[in-house]
């Protein structure tokens, strides 16, 4: 066990974990303004607070794992267990507050675990795995090879979004595709035929979305519905607005500690910080996440082989995504999709896969040795 805490503080990534554990502190700061006004307010902060001492540990267990034997051993199981526990949403699932079949209860237990956030963690790995194969055979190029990557991520945010009508993590399974396919040297036009395909298929599904989905995308662009459509990111830029430079303190947000801006602990944790904090504070939680990305990024560029390279580009790409998407979202720039702040915002299984993602990145870093010098098989 010594030498196993040891090996972590010796080869682990401390400078992401740092930069991880100050911005989920600071997120944990907020959570307790955010949730003051509620009765039951503290338990929140509890869980958040447990959920980022489980998430250090998944940090730690996974900078010690050898990721490209993890995963070649494991592929076919690991896509077996997405599908399964996206399916057990089916008979087990619970609706949240957006309505959406997000959560399992945990029978004894007051927590909930959510299966999109359990299945994005091994999405990265898969896909990396899967781009990275077939760049060392030089197969990338074909158009079959390119089909099957695409459906293998288009396959999960299909099935997530059918079980539990949830927009924005179907939107970042897309996004996280994108990402680890440019990352992997999928060529220019493939993308534009991807991107004509979904314009296209969005004209011609228009009608059939759900009303709320639709009012959700014409709001941005016509500002004519500030009490209805558009009555959350009108309180959110109010919020936001009203903070200023320095804001109106901490613990003192007019509509923060009245509970008034719409899931003000979760999705719109920005706003919060904004409003009590000002523009100081939304550029330090700025710099915390930027950070965060580009120490992902600068992992990415320096490992020792193109799978573990891709993990390192697919997980930062995830948070920088998760962090436009949800700033975007409170700046009433884009639409409402249900997004999380990444560290910042309040949820226990968020937070411990987060924390777990940036774990395989200091995993990456650890593994300093190129994979055909590692003796791979006491690996696991």
């Not at 801006?261 to 523009?279: K, M, N, R, S």
């Not at 930062?316 to 409402?336: E, K, R, S, W």
């Not at 774990?359 to 190129?370: E, F, N, Q, T």
């Amino acid at each position: 066990m010594k030498k196993t805490i040891q090996d972590f503080f010796h080869k682990g990534d401390m400078v992401l974990l740092s930069l991880c554990l100050a911005a989920s502190g600071f997120g944990l700061l907020l959570i307790y303004s955010a949730t003051r006004y509620l009765r039951n307010g503290n338990r929140y902060v509890m869980i958040q607070g447990i959920g980022i001492l489980i998430g250090v540990v998944a940090y730690a267990v996974f900078t010690l794992v050898d990721i490209e034997l993890f995963t070649e051993k494991l592929w076919k199981w690991m896509f077996l267990f997405n599908v399964a526990i996206l399916l057990a949403l089916i008979p087990f699932g619970r609706a949240g507050d957006s309505g959406n079949k997000n959560w399992i209860p945990i029978p004894g237990l007051p927590i909930n675990i959510q299966p999109a956030e359990v299945v994005k963690l091994f999405l990265v790995l898969l896909l990396a795995y899967q781009c990275a194969r077939l760049k060392d055979k030089e197969l990338l190029a074909h158009p079959l090879s390119v089909i099957l990557i695409a459906a293998h991520g288009l396959f999960f945010a299909a099935l997530n979004l059918v079980i539990s009508k949830d927009y924005g993590m179907s939107l970042l399974y897309v996004l996280m595709l994108i990402i680890i396919m440019w990352c992997a040297g999928v060529k220019w036009g493939w993308f534009a035929l991807g991107f004509g395909g979904v314009v296209g298929a969005g004209v011609l599904l228009w009608g059939k979305l759900p009303a709320y989905i639709r009012n959700r995308v014409t709001i941005i662009f016509l500002r004519n519905d500030p009490g209805g459509a558009g009555w959350q990111q009108e309180h959110c830029v109010m919020a936001i607005a009203t903070g200023g430079v320095t804001g109106q303190g901490y613990l003192q947000g007019s509509q923060t500690q009245r509970g008034i801006i719409p899931a003000q602990y979760t999705d719109e944790i920005f706003a919060v910080c904004g409003e009590e904090l000002g523009l100081v504070g939304c550029a330090v939680m700025l710099l915390l996440l930027c950070a965060i990305i580009f120490r992902c990024f600068w992992v990415g560029r320096h490992a020792a082989s193109r799978m573990t390279a891709l993990v390192a580009f697919g997980f930062g790409g995830m948070f920088l995504a998760q962090t436009v998407i949800n700033i975007a979202m409170t700046l009433y720039v884009f639409p409402v999709v249900g997004l999380t702040l990444p560290f910042f915002s309040y949820g226990g299984t968020s937070i411990i896969i987060l924390f777990a993602a940036a774990g395989l990145v200091s995993g990456v870093k650890a593994k300093d040795l190129p994979s055909w010098l590692q003796d791979r098989g006491s690996a696991l």
